[in-house]
């Protein structure tokens, strides 16, 4: 059975830093992309940033670029979300997402879920 759980969310000054964390359990982590999603209050859900199995591959929203960078630990299992120069509307549940890349599209699915660290972001 895989297990993600997130872990680093709290309350943060406009302009600080944080770092998210997902420790991965249940199955070979390495072989999975591992992936970051927030949600603000009242929007949908929205893809942050993704990392591919052996890490050497990232993709991030616009959002993210230059802001955030995602790494992962395989020996640890676990995949990292830092965070920096972050914005009021960086504000949101931030969950983490292990899934399958499918090289034919040059796109993920997402196979499971964790169940999320609030991020808040004060003016």
């Known amino acids: 059975q895989v297990q993600l759980v997130e872990s680093g969310g709290g309350l943060v000054q406009a302009g600080g830093s944080l770092r998210l964390s997902c420790a991965a359990s249940g199955r070979t982590f390495s072989s999975y992309v591992m992936g970051w999603f927030r949600q603000a209050p009242g929007k949908e859900l929205k893809f942050v940033a993704r990392?591919?199995?052996?890490?050497?591959?990232?993709v991030y929203t616009d959002s993210a670029k230059g802001r955030f960078t995602i790494f992962r630990d395989n020996a640890k299992a676990t995949v990292y979300l830092q965070m920096n120069s972050l914005k009021p509307e960086d504000t949101a549940v931030y969950y983490c997402?292990?899934?399958?890349?499918?090289?034919?599209?040059?796109?993920?699915?997402?196979?499971?879920w964790g169940q999320g660290t609030q991020v808040t972001v004060a003016s």
């Open positions: 997402a292990q899934g399958t890349y499918d090289s034919s599209v040059d796109d993920w699915t997402t196979d499971y």
């Open positions: 990392i591919s199995g052996s890490g050497g591959r990232t």
